[in-house]
């Protein structure tokens, strides 16, 4: 991560966290629901911030986003925010998009034919987190929780992994603007 000799972030890096967290609070809330975790296009666009940002700057976009829907502004899915949806059956996948982002970010930064796997595990972690969430709220057993919270995620997931590596990868070749 880029930073001045003071060992702050530039204004650089900065207007990038900030364009990487808008991008995320206008996906984010659309969604669709396939039972009590709607799809949503916030993996998407989280995907997207660790590949660009990396790990650093991307995890910092996410706290950015989820900050601002736990505040109560309606960048959840949905269009919902605060602490209500944060600490609700779907908060654990939102908080877990920190993990994405970070295992997303990392595997970026180490290059770019690693990008995909960084995105793989980083959904297994956002899925072993937010399923682990769900359990703890609503009492249900594993083979429920992952029939409900992750396997009807997983085609929707790989094709945004497509798309971001799609998206990514040549960018990251071509340029070295976001990190």
């Not at 919270?149 to 085609?155: M, Y």
């Amino acid at each position: 991560m880029k930073q001045d000799s003071a060992g702050k972030l530039t204004v650089r890096n900065m207007v990038f966290i900030a364009l990487f967290a808008a991008i995320i609070c206008v996906l984010a809330p659309f969604s669709f629901n396939v039972g009590p975790i709607p799809i949503t296009l916030g993996t998407f666009a989280i995907y997207l911030a660790g590949a660009l940002l990396g790990s650093k700057k991307g995890v910092i976009a996410v706290s950015v986003y989820i900050l601002l829907g736990a505040i109560g502004l309606p960048v959840f899915s949905g269009f919902k925010g605060g602490f209500g949806v944060l600490f609700g059956v779907t908060g654990g996948y939102i908080i877990g998009y920190i993990l994405m982002a970070l295992l997303t970010g990392v595997f970026s930064e180490k290059g770019k034919k690693l990008l995909p796997v960084g995105m793989v595990l980083g959904t297994v972690a956002l899925y072993a987190f937010g399923t682990v969430w769900y359990m703890v709220l609503t009492g249900s057993d594993l083979a429920t929780a992952l029939m409900l919270c992750a396997v009807p995620f997983l085609p929707g997931d790989a094709l945004k992994i497509a798309a971001v590596s799609a998206i990514a990868i040549p960018l990251k070749s071509r340029t070295d603007i976001f990190m």
